[in-house]
């Protein structure tokens, strides 16, 4: 199995079925995204200056929307980083496992929507740096 990098950090667009009235975006598990959704939560209320995120998962897979506002996804893969803006509620950054995330630079009023491959899990998490790329290391 070849380890995850920031290349395979995307940025998916979802359906968008405009009309008159307003915009409709709808997704599906597995079709728009790339892994079965057995969890969901989101983020609001964040100020400015704080940041969200900051760890990496073993073998979670997320996906990530920008419901309202903006903010930016760093993303790290232990060599490489890379930044991605999230602003519009029809594209969303799939992040696969192995890579470390950090949502920043939250607009106020932002939501984030996650969507998880899987339940809740701690020992899922890797929530030190330093042990993240002493994992990667090990693993590549």
């Given at each position: 199995?070849?380890m995850?990098?920031?290349?395979d950090?995307?940025?998916?667009?979802?359906?968008?079925?405009?009309?008159?009235?307003?915009?409709?975006?709808?997704?599906?598990?597995?079709r728009?995204?790339?892994?079965?959704?057995?969890?969901?939560?989101?983020?609001?209320d964040?100020?400015?200056?704080?940041?969200?995120?900051?760890?990496?998962?073993?073998?979670?897979?997320?996906?990530?929307?920008?419901?309202?506002?903006?903010?930016?996804?760093?993303?790290?893969?232990?060599?490489?980083?890379?930044?991605?803006?999230?602003?519009?509620?029809?594209?969303?950054?799939h992040?696969?496992?192995?890579?470390?995330?950090?949502?920043?630079?939250?607009?106020?009023?932002?939501?984030?929507?996650?969507?998880?491959?899987d339940?809740?899990?701690e020992?899922?998490?890797?929530?030190?740096?330093?042990t993240?790329?002493?994992?990667?290391?090990?693993?590549?």
């Amino acid at each position: 199995m070849t380890m995850p990098t920031v290349n395979d950090c995307k940025i998916i667009a979802l359906p968008k079925i405009t009309d008159p009235r307003g915009n409709l975006t709808f997704l599906e598990s597995e079709r728009h995204v790339p892994f079965e959704i057995k969890r969901v939560f989101y983020l609001y209320d964040v100020p400015t200056e704080e940041s969200r995120g900051a760890h990496a998962h073993k073998q979670l897979h997320q996906f990530i929307i920008c419901l309202a506002g903006s903010f930016d996804v760093r993303v790290d893969d232990g060599e490489s980083q890379a930044t991605f803006h999230l602003n519009r509620p029809w594209k969303g950054l799939h992040v696969p496992p192995m890579i470390w995330g950090a949502e920043i630079n939250f607009d106020p009023g932002s939501v984030c929507l996650v969507l998880a491959s899987d339940h809740y899990c701690e020992d899922d998490y890797i929530r030190d740096y330093e042990t993240f790329l002493a994992t990667v290391k090990e693993q590549r």
